[in-house]
Every structure is written in structure tokens, then in C-alpha cells.
């Protein structure tokens, strides 16, 4: 299996603050990668696919960039619906799999 | 519209067996390409893909719970059916079904609201 791993786990930031999230690959994945966000009770949204592709009707705020093993995701003026749980998942290989999510709390 | 819903119990036994159903609209399990995934989350917890059927009746698993995932689709009625033997109090889980298009990698586009599984005697 791949790993994916994330970091940080957990960011406080403000409204307004630019917010950087990691998504590190145990092997390389070429652009096969997506973000979700979820918020609490609720099932997760894909924001971003093919590592830097915005998925229809996602805030413009939202980019990812990245290939190979290193991704981000980038949140360039963090809004109050923006607290939520973020994780990547990767589509490179027949199994697939998410990072361990990194929480954007509130400052 | 694309949506989803995860049918099944609330509550199993441990050695029991998961039966849980995706029934969706706004797409058709007969298009080149699509297919419907099974994702769960234990409370708390990060995501884990468990299964994956396509238009093609194309099945993949994940490899840690191949031995115990069936996964199959009812293209008539609109439905796929993920089954899970022997279960554990570990496999309680908010289980969520989700669509993929196929065209631009297996992305999970949109997502059922999730049914909460407890496993315990």
C-alpha cells in the first residue's frame, strides 16, 4: 500500500491567515491525488483533484499543487466555514488510500 | 442531481455479518466509467476505502479486508451492496458510499451521508 502521510495534524489559525497543509507519499503518485474537506457530522467534500484541479463550485481560495511524492494544499484566506478536518487520498494504484487528516481549528 | 444513501443495522454482532446498501440517483452504474465506492471512519478517526465496483463490473478491494469485502451492484434498481464478514467491535464505523466519474482519476465526486455501524454484543 501507499502511505500518506499529512502535516501538520492539527493548525490554529484566524480568519484571513494563509494556511498551508502537507501530503507526503510513501512512493510516487505522479498528479494522483485528491482533498477533501469535512466538516464535524458530516461526510467529507472533494475540494481538489488531479493535485491541483478545483472541483466545480469549490471557492477559489482553494489550490493544491505538487507531484510525485510532496503535495499541498493552500487556503489562501482562511473564512469561518473553512474550520473544518482536510485530507488527501491518492488514486495512483489499484488500492487507495487517505492521509490521517489535519484539523484547522480556530486561533 | 447525484445523490446517495447507505441502508443496513445500526447495531451488529461481533462474528456477524455487515449488509449494507447504496441506493443512489442522478447517475447510471451502466456508464462507461463510473463506479461507487465504500469508504468508512471509525469515530474519531482519519478515512479508510474499503471497496470500489465499476461500470464494467470491475471490483476492487482493499487489501488489508479483501478476505472479508464482498461488493456487488444491482444496475436496475440502482443499487450496490457491500457485505463484511466476521465483525469486529474495531469495525465500528460511520460507513459512507460514494460516487466516482472514472474520467479524471478515481476521485470520490460525491458522497452518501454516512450510516453509523456499532459492533458490539
Known amino acids: 500500500d501507499i502511505q500518506m502521510t499529512q502535516s501538520p495534524s492539527s493548525v490554529s489559525a484566524s480568519v484571513g491567515d494563509r494556511v498551508t497543509i502537507t501530503c507526503r507519499a510513501s512512493?510516487?503518485?505522479?498528479?494522483?491525488l485528491a482533498w477533501y474537506q469535512q466538516k464535524p457530522g458530516k461526510a467529507p467534500k472533494l475540494l481538489i483533484y488531479?493535485?491541483?484541479s478545483l472541483q466545480s463550485g469549490v471557492p477559489s481560495r482553494f489550490s493544491g499543487s505538487g507531484s510525485g511524492t510532496d503535495f499541498t494544499l493552500t487556503i489562501s484566506s482562511l473564512q469561518p466555514e473553512d474550520f473544518a478536518t482536510y485530507y488527501c487520498?491518492?488514486?495512483?494504484?489499484?488500492?487507495?488510500?487517505f492521509g490521517g487528516g489535519t484539523k484547522v481549528e480556530i486561533k | 442531481q447525484i445523490t446517495l444513501k447507505e441502508s443496513g443495522p445500526t447495531l451488529v454482532k461481533p462474528t456477524q455479518t455487515l449488509t449494507l446498501t447504496c441506493t443512489f440517483s442522478g447517475f447510471s452504474l451502466s456508464t462507461s466509467g463510473v463506479g461507487v465506492g465504500w469508504i468508512r471512519q471509525p469515530p474519531g478517526k482519519a478515512l479508510e476505502w474499503l471497496a470500489l465496483?465499476?461500470?464494467?463490473?470491475?471490483?476492487r478491494y482493499s487489501p488489508s479486508l479483501k478476505s472479508r469485502l464482498t461488493i456487488t451492484k444491482d444496475t436496475s434498481k440502482n443499487q450496490v451492496v457491500l457485505t463484511m464478514t466476521n465483525m469486529d467491535p474495531v469495525d465500528t464505523a460511520t460507513y459512507y458510499c460514494a460516487h466516482v466519474d472514472g474520467y479524471n482519476g478515481v476521485y470520490f465526486q460525491h458522497w452518501g451521508q454516512g450510516t453509523l455501524v456499532t459492533v458490539s454484543s
Open positions: 512512493q510516487g503518485i505522479s498528479s494522483w
Open positions: 487520498q491518492q488514486a495512483n494504484s489499484f488500492s487507495l488510500t
Open positions: 465496483i465499476y461500470w464494467d463490473d470491475d471490483k
Open positions: 488531479a493535485a491541483s
